[in-house]
C-alpha cells in the first residue's frame, strides 16, 4: 500500500495545488493530511473547502486548535514572555484567519482527530497528546523512542517543525512530512511524505512563490510582509519587536 501524508498546508492554495498535481504523478492509494491548515495563509476558507472535496481524512493541529480555542495560544505562549511580540502577532492572524472561515468550518476543524492509525502507519500532528511540543531532527533516538514507540507501529509519522526528515531505529522508523508551505529548512519548495509498503521518503515540490506572495500581499492579513519573508526564505525569520 502506498500512503502519502500532507501537512501544514498553513492556507497556501498554490503550494497545496502543486502537491495535489503530483500526487497525481505518484498515485498513493491513500492521502492523509497532517493538520495545520489554514493560519497563516491569504485564503484560509478556500484552502479547507479544497480539502473536504477531495476527502482526505487527517487529524487536528495546533494552528487549527487556537481558531477554535484561543486560549491554547494563551496558555503556550505563557512559557515564553520573551517571545510576547511573537505570539501577539500570531494571534492577530489568528483572528484574521477565524473571521475568514466562519463557524460552519471552525466546527469541521473542531470535529478533527487528534491520531489517524492506517497499519504500518501512525500519524499525530506533533507528538501524542501534544499538538505543541514536538521533538526537532537533532533528537536523540532514546527521546524518538520514548515518544512515537508507544504509537504501536512500526512508522511513525508527526509534522509541526516543518523540516523533513526520516531516522530508522531498530522495529521504528519516524519520519516528518515537512511542510507545504513556510518551510524552515531552507528550502520553500513544499514538502510532503510518501510511504510506500512502509518505506517513507520525502517529496519536494517547487510551486509558485511570487503567486502565492502575491495573494498574501492583496489578502488584507495581518504582518503579510513578515510571512512573505518566510515564505520566500524557507526559513522562520524572528519578527523584529
Known amino acids: 500500500m502506498r500512503i502519502a501524508i500532507v501537512s501544514d498546508i498553513h492556507g497556501n492554495l498554490t503550494a497545496l495545488e502543486a502537491v495535489i ?21 491569504a485564503i484560509p476558507a478556500e484552502v479547507i473547502d479544497r480539502i473536504r ?11 487549527d486548535e487556537m481558531l477554535f480555542r484561543p486560549e491554547a495560544l494563551t496558555e503556550f505562549a505563557s512559557h515564553s514572555p520573551q517571545l510576547e ?62 515518544v512515537y514507540r508507544p504509537l504501536g507501529q ?22 516528518n512530512t515537512g511542510s507545504v508551505s513556510l518551510s524552515h529548512d531552507g528550502d520553500p519548495r513544499a514538502s510532503y511524505l510518501l510511504i510506500d509498503e512502509g518505506v517513507p521518503s520525502i517529496r519536494r515540490v517547487a510551486y509558485d512563490l511570487d503567486r502565492e506572495a502575491a495573494l498574501l500581499d492583496a489578502s488584507g492579513i495581518p504582518h503579510a510582509g ?14 523584529r519587536p
Open 21 to 41: 498535481a503530483d500526487l497525481r504523478q505518484t498515485a498513493p492509494d491513500l492521502i492523509l493530511h497532517g493538520g495545520d491548515l489554514v493560519q497563516n495563509g
Open 53 to 63: 472535496d477531495l476527502g482526505w481524512p487527517g487529524i487536528l493541529g495546533n494552528t
Open 85 to 146: 511580540h511573537l505570539f501577539a502577532m500570531i494571534a492577530e492572524i489568528a483572528e484574521f484567519t477565524r473571521q475568514a472561515l466562519g463557524e460552519e468550518r471552525l466546527e469541521w476543524l473542531r470535529s478533527l482527530p487528534l491520531t489517524q492509525i492506517v497499519a504500518p502507519v501512525a500519524l499525530v500532528h506533533a507528538s501524542p497528546g501534544d499538538l505543541w511540543r514536538a521533538p526537532m531532527p537533532d533528537a536523540s533516538d532514546a527521546d524518538l523512542e520514548r
Open 154 to 175: 512500526p512508522v511513525a509519522v508527526y509534522a509541526h517543525i516543518h523540516r523533513p526528515y526520516i531516522r530508522r531505529l531498530p522495529g521504528l522508523t519516524v519520519a
Open 226 to 239: 513578515w510571512l512573505i519573508e518566510n515564505l520566500k526564505s524557507g526559513s522562520f525569520q524572528m519578527p
